[in-house]
């Protein structure tokens, strides 16, 4: 198998009526990736910012025109960056990557000669299918319609420049001629795909569906992408015209490789996606009737005002059970030190200034800095958060040794204390998400006019009928929404955090007058300690938004951040595999437990209250070998090897942490503990929004 794939991130491009790739350049790389199994990042780029992007990413031009998609990045362990922007320099890139980490020749995109020369045979069919008759001014133009109307516009402009003639004017004209030539639209397209579909019958390997026989190869997948284009410029005529050539090639589609049923890597991973509401009790049902008990989940109380909410079912029961529970305190959780990128348990340097490079004259500057070093001792510094104390922040977290079984190894982990909550996360205006700030603490003050517009859309909220709030408020997420909220959600995991629930919310706020524009989101899981009272710290001081973490002033006052391996790398995603790192030895039925004071049967070895790792088989006792006993928890030397790079403060770690940086700068963060409390004064407020509105100042 593959493994220990470099990083790679694919930019495709967003549009308003699918998450699906549909260019077929970028649907081509997507499927090739796919195909060959090389885990990647996908980004969304509307139309109109490809070249801002690009040029933005220091991506050179490959000719003269303008920036086009798809592109892929992919970055070494050391952090070096290649750059591809040409579908074809992709595919033998993807191919080359494919090859040189343990993949199989016969199932890449070009296994043979053969594979190489049916590509020659697609642009004659494209030639002969869609440009033929200008067939093509029914599909080109057509894509205009599924754009965002910041793209639309773009599109409209750069096309009418290409073509002399505006996209809407050829659907009107154009496009009409040739459907009454043709015989209907979908007849149209019947024709466009014609070519393939005598490609596919007369192929030379008769066995399977591909041109490749019974793999796919990259000739399909071109083909494949080039449908895909077909579908989503008009869906109904694309149906009707792939049913009237049917055979080999409509065989192929819904063979599994295209873009409808290979689902999307995602970070979002694993989850269960909640089917939108389609009316307005429905969408009120997503709560059910929390006032009847005492404490609720303000997560579930305010699900009818959410949209995309998606969900871990079982994760959530597992947490709920272990740490929302009633006389359970100093929750805490332990990470393995191989899957912890940063972590720092010492205490920073008290004499260095937190403004370091800032030199400072002056009475007052002075008299701080007597002040100051009268204060110093040893213990001067929070030894539990590595930081100066500060109320908000109290993590315990920590870095413990145990030792193995001969004491001749040692197995390291971090233990952290950890907050079962929901967060509110706001973030910055779409325009600063694009630019990557600055961020101004103007941008969470709303105007005069944005406060009345905001309470007099929630109180309109409060007393509309379920379908009036439905109607009025409900929206659908964007393409480019989601990947937003799947980059949200992979964030808080690379901060240590375990979602169980998330979704955006639909009504205003003050400080977000238009959510529709501007996203803000709730997620409910297990969060460190240290992440959430930062954030609780930011979001008391009004309206300013967080800096970065990894700033020094950052450290200096909350401690290190925790940055941790997403499930995804931590479970083969990435090329790793937990189970082969996980030590094993067979027992025997002969095997003598272990037994404790209780009569029951004891594990081999166990962790006892202080954390430590003891032994209870008998051989551990007497420090003799016992090929029966279980070994304990320990990584082998190969590896250890196998994962180099991903220790603590290690260069591949610190390599990605740079390149990451901390997505949340910028965003404003609260808290509430779960469960909610529920009754009392609150009984007095009508919805979850108002009580947000009153509890957060949001």
Not at 396 to 418: H, I, L, P, Y
Not at 605 to 611: A, G, I, K, S, V
Request: proline residues 5%; hydrophobic residues 35%; contains cysteine.
């Amino acid at each position: 198998m593959p493994t220990d794939y470099p990083s790679v991130t694919f930019y495709d491009i967003s549009c308003t009526s699918t998450s699906e790739p549909w260019s077929p350049y970028t649907a081509r790389t997507y499927l090739a990736l796919r195909v060959l199994g090389i885990p990647f990042e996908r980004k969304l780029v509307p139309m109109a910012r490809i070249v801002s992007t690009l040029d933005g990413l220091g991506v050179k031009r490959t000719g003269e025109g303008r920036h086009t998609l798809p592109a892929i990045a992919i970055t070494s362990s050391t952090g070096e960056k290649q750059w591809f922007t040409d579908s074809t320099g992709i595919a033998e890139a993807l191919q080359k990557l494919y090859l040189d980490h343990g993949g199989d020749l016969t199932t890449s995109l070009f296994p043979d000669a053969a594979s190489r020369d049916v590509i020659k045979e697609y642009l004659p069919c494209v030639k002969r299918g869609m440009y033929s008759e200008e067939r093509w001014k029914s599909i080109i133009p057509a894509v205009i319609h599924i754009l965002e109307p910041e793209s639309q516009e773009f599109f409209d402009r750069t096309r009418t420049e290409d073509w002399g003639k505006s996209p809407y004017e050829i659907l009107k004209t154009d496009a009409k001629e040739n459907e009454e030539r043709e015989g209907g639209v979908a007849k149209l397209y019947a024709n466009c795909m014609l070519p393939y579909a005598e490609l596919y019958e007369n192929k030379e390997k008769k066995q399977g569906v591909w041109l490749g026989g019974e793999q796919p190869v990259y000739a399909d997948l071109m083909i494949l992408a080039l449908l895909q284009w077909y579908k989503c410029a008009n869906t109904e005529a694309f149906e009707e015209g792939l049913k009237i050539n049917g055979g080999t090639l409509q065989q192929a589609w819904h063979a599994g490789f295209n873009p409808n049923s290979a689902a999307s890597y995602s970070s979002v991973f694993a989850y269960l996606a909640h089917q939108q509401p389609r009316n307005g009790a429905e969408m009120t049902a997503r709560s059910g009737n929390v006032s009847r008990y005492r404490k609720v989940s303000l997560f579930q109380a305010q699900a009818r005002e959410m949209t995309g909410i998606v969900s871990r079912p079982l994760i959530e029961r597992v947490l709920s059970a272990m740490y929302a529970g009633q006389g359970i305190y100093n929750k805490m959780a332990l990470f393995p030190a191989e899957a912890v990128l940063r972590y720092s348990s010492k205490s920073l340097d008290a004499d260095a200034d937190a403004e370091e490079g800032e030199q400072k004259s002056g009475w007052l500057s002075k008299l701080k800095s007597k002040a100051k070093g009268k204060g110093k001792s040893s213990d001067s510094t929070d030894s539990l958060s590595g930081s100066h104390a500060i109320e908000q922040v109290k993590s315990v977290e920590s870095v413990r040794r145990t030792s193995t079984r001969d004491d001749s190894a040692n197995v390291r982990f971090v233990k952290t204390g950890m907050v079962f909550a929901t967060l509110d996360l706001l973030a910055p205006p779409p325009r600063l998400l694009e630019t990557g700030g600055p961020y101004p603490i103007e941008m969470n003050k709303a105007s005069d006019a944005d406060m009345s517009t905001s309470f007099r859309l929630i109180n309109e909220f409060d007393r509309a009928t379920d379908e009036d709030r439905f109607q009025k408020f409900m929206f659908a997420p964007t393409a480019a929404d989601d990947q937003l909220f799947a980059d949200m959600l992979r964030a808080l995991e690379r901060r240590g955090g375990i979602w169980v629930e998330a979704g955006r919310l639909i009504t205003p706020s003050s400080r977000n007058p238009n959510p529709r524009e501007r996203a803000r989101f709730l997620v409910k899981g297990l969060f460190p300690e240290r992440f959430v009272y930062r954030c609780k710290y930011y979001r008391s001081r009004k309206f300013e938004s967080m800096p970065s973490d990894l700033d020094l002033k950052e450290v200096k006052k909350f401690g290190a951040p925790l940055v941790v391996h997403i499930v995804q790398e931590r479970t083969g995603n990435e090329g790793i595999d937990l189970q082969d790192y996980v030590s094993t030895r067979a027992s025997t039925a002969s095997t003598t437990a272990a037994v404790g004071e209780d009569g029951e049967a004891r594990l081999d070895w166990e962790w006892d209250e202080e954390d430590n790792l003891t032994f209870d088989h008998p051989s551990a006792t007497n420090r003799t070998p016992d090929d029966n006993a279980a070994p304990p928890p320990d990584y082998t030397d190969a590896q250890k090897e196998m994962l180099n790079g991903y220790g603590i403060e290690s260069p591949r770690a610190q390599a990605l942490i740079e390149a990451e940086q901390d997505f949340f700068k910028g965003w404003s963060v609260g808290y509430t503990e779960e469960p909610f409390r529920n009754g009392n004064w609150m009984e007095s407020i009508g919805t979850g929004s108002a009580l947000w509105f009153a509890a957060s100042g949001m």
